[in-house]
C-alpha cells in the first residue's frame, strides 16, 4: 500500500507533466484522499494477495478463455473486484492508467491515487484502460505497439456481464478450442490480425476475470474448429 505521503508526491510529480494528446493529466486532490473509503479496500495482505492477483493474472493470459477468481481487494463501486485487483496489481506512479467516465468517480481516483499512485491520463498514453465495452471505443484510441516495440500497447480492462459463452477461442495457449463471452468476436478477430501488434484484453466480472491476449483468435461462425473441442 502506498502511503499518503508517496501519493502525494507521485501526484505532484505528475501534474507537472503535460500530456502527448492535449489532455492534462486527471488526478485527484489531496481533499479526495482523505476521503474513509479511499483508505479502504486495498490488498490486506499486499505481499500474499498481489502474489495471488499475479498469478491468477498469468494464468489467465496463459490460458486464454479459462476463469480465475480474485477477489482480493474491494474497491469503491463501480470499479469491481477483480479489476481492483488488476489495477493494485499491475499499476503503479510509472504506469498511466485510462478511466472510463463511467468508473470514474471521485471514490474511485482517491482510491486509486492512494493504492497505487498511477496517474490517470488519456487514451493514447494509457497503458491499462478500465470500463464498459462500449466505454472502450474506438479501439483504435489506444496504443497498440510499434514494430520496434510491440510492449509498447495498452492493456484494457473490460467488465462484462457474464464470462461464461459460446465464443470460440483457439491459438496458443488453448487445447483446441475454449468457450467464452466475448463483446465483439469481429473486434477481437481484427486485433488478432495486428499480431505482433495489437491490444491485450482481460474481461472481468465481479471478482472473476478471463484473459484474451492479441495472440488469441475468436473464431467466427464460418470458421472451423480443431477436431478435439476444450471442455
Known amino acids: 500500500m502506498t502511503d499518503l505521503g508517496q501519493s502525494g508526491r507521485a501526484l505532484q510529480a505528475q501534474s507537472r507533466k503535460p500530456s502527448s494528446d492535449g489532455l492534462e493529466p486527471v488526478v485527484p486532490t489531496f481533499g479526495l484522499l482523505q476521503s474513509t473509503r479511499a483508505l479502504e479496500g486495498g490488498l490486506a495482505n499486499a505481499p500474499i494477495d498481489a502474489a495471488h492477483a499475479f498469478r491468477a493474472m498469468l494464468d489467465a493470459m496463459a490460458r486464454p478463455g479459462t476463469i ?5 481487494a474491494a474497491p469503491p463501486t463501480p470499479l469491481g473486484a477483480a479489476a481492483g485487483a488488476l489495477l493494485l496489481t499491475l499499476c503503479d506512479p510509472d504506469t498511466p492508467l485510462w478511466l472510463a467516465p463511467s468508473v470514474a468517480t471521485d471514490d474511485v481516483r482517491a482510491w486509486i491515487a492512494f493504492h497505487s499512485g498511477a496517474p490517470i491520463l488519456g487514451r493514447g498514453e494509457a497503458r491499462f484502460a478500465f470500463g464498459a465495452w462500449e466505454d472502450m471505443q474506438p479501439l483504435s484510441s489506444f496504443a497498440i505497439g510499434t514494430a520496434d516495440y510491440p510492449d509498447r500497447s495498452a492493456t484494457l480492462i473490460v467488465e462484462v456481464e457474464a464470462l461464461e459463452g459460446d465464443a470460440r477461442l483457439t491459438g496458443p495457449g488453448v487445447e483446441a478450442v475454449a468457450r ?11 486485433n488478432a490480425a495486428l499480431f505482433p501488434l ?10 472473476r476475470l478471463a484473459a484474451i491476449p492479441r495472440t488469441t483468435r475468436v473464431l ?7 477436431a478435439r473441442e476444450a471442455r
Do not use: I, K, W, Y
Open 68 to 72: 480465475q477468481q480474485v477477489g482480493v
Open 180 to 190: 467464452l463471452a466475448v463483446p465483439d468476436g469481429e473486434a477481437f478477430r481484427q
Open 198 to 207: 495489437g491490444l491485450d484484453f482481460f474481461l472481468t466480472c465481479g471478482d
Open 220 to 226: 467466427g461462425a464460418s470458421d472451423s474448429a480443431p
